[in-house]
């Protein structure tokens, strides 16, 4: 027997039992059973929320159609959520670099399986720290990828109103911290030199570096300027996301002044970009092969600068700023370390583009008109 209105309970399985009305027995026989759940408390929902279905399909005097019982009750059950279909849609509506969180959900599906969302466990996330450590991962990495992983789960109980604990939450790494190496900077000096020899080649390889140290974009976010990207009236890039290259995050989308160098080398590089792309050697397959121009500006910067790399210009000009008291918050303005996404001058919040100028401005190399 079972407590639950119309509800039978059979070696542990809750059955739908209920007598059916004269006027609809020509469609559904004298009686309805059928399985519902095992679980009690679905049981009671689903017996509940069939009832109000037949009985609104038995309201009339008549019966004209019937209700499929075994569709109604599956459309009760709530939906599997596999985590790589989450990821993607995920990944799609941020329009973030997919890289990272795509490394991480990988690594992560070979270890625990792709599965519901709702059945990862804590001993999951941290198998996922346990093989990244014995892999050499440094710990910078191994908080990269559970930070990535932490948020497509979010994502997911937010989407399925999902009451559960988020396994990645507050999980410790040991030595976290400690392993930190410290990326080399650029001195003036290195920069000078570097910028003069670009700006006397021509080479468009080379001309990234005043590009990337003068505005402290990612490597990525030059390479994949759209030509309607610059704005050489104004002197001013758009950093935005399109087809071909997505940015790391939503505090990525910006627009930067171009300053001295940069300026001259924009110039230059735009006399040998295309109508579509500054840099359409890197967009051949349709997607922006940042990883092929990293290659080619590392080989020349490696062996002229002591092993300094195209990210160093990025952090190096962190540290220019830092040393001219520039605010904290306009530095991750400036290079979009932090979610100022959808900040601009015309909303009143923020930096404007004036004040950012001004700061570059101060920090800038001597370039040779002045």
Known sequence: MSHIQYTICRSGSY?????VPKHAVQYYGQFIRCILSTDIYEAEAYAE???DVLEGSWSGSSVNYKVDIPAIINSFKPTSYILSDMAEEYISLKQIDEKSPRSALATFISLAGDRDVSLYSREDAKLLIHHLELKGNKTTTIRR???????????????????????FTRLFIRNEGHDVFKRGTFSKEQLKAGYDKALASGSTVKLLMP?????????????????EDIDMDNDLIHIRPNAARRLKTRGSERTLPLVGC?????LQALSQANEE???????????CNANSASVSINKWLKRDFDGLTAHCLRHTLRDRLRAVECPMDMIDQIGGWKSVAGIGVSYGRGYGLEQQKRWIEMIKVNDKDG
Do not use: F
Request: hydrophobic share 35%; with cysteine; charged share 25%.
């Open 15 to 19: 059955y739908y039992n209920r007598r």
């Open 49 to 51: 929320r069939l009832s």
């Open 145 to 167: 990828r559970i930070n990535s992983l932490s948020a497509i789960l979010n994502y997911a109980y937010s989407e399925l109103d999902l009451d559960k604990r988020n396994p």
């Open 211 to 227: 590009l990337l140290g003068e505005t402290g974009c990612r490597l990525s976010e030059i390479v994949g300027l759209r030509i």
């Open 262 to 266: 940069a300026r001259l080398a924009m």
């Open 277 to 287: 792309w500054l840099y359409p050697r890197y967009m051949k397959t349709g997607k």
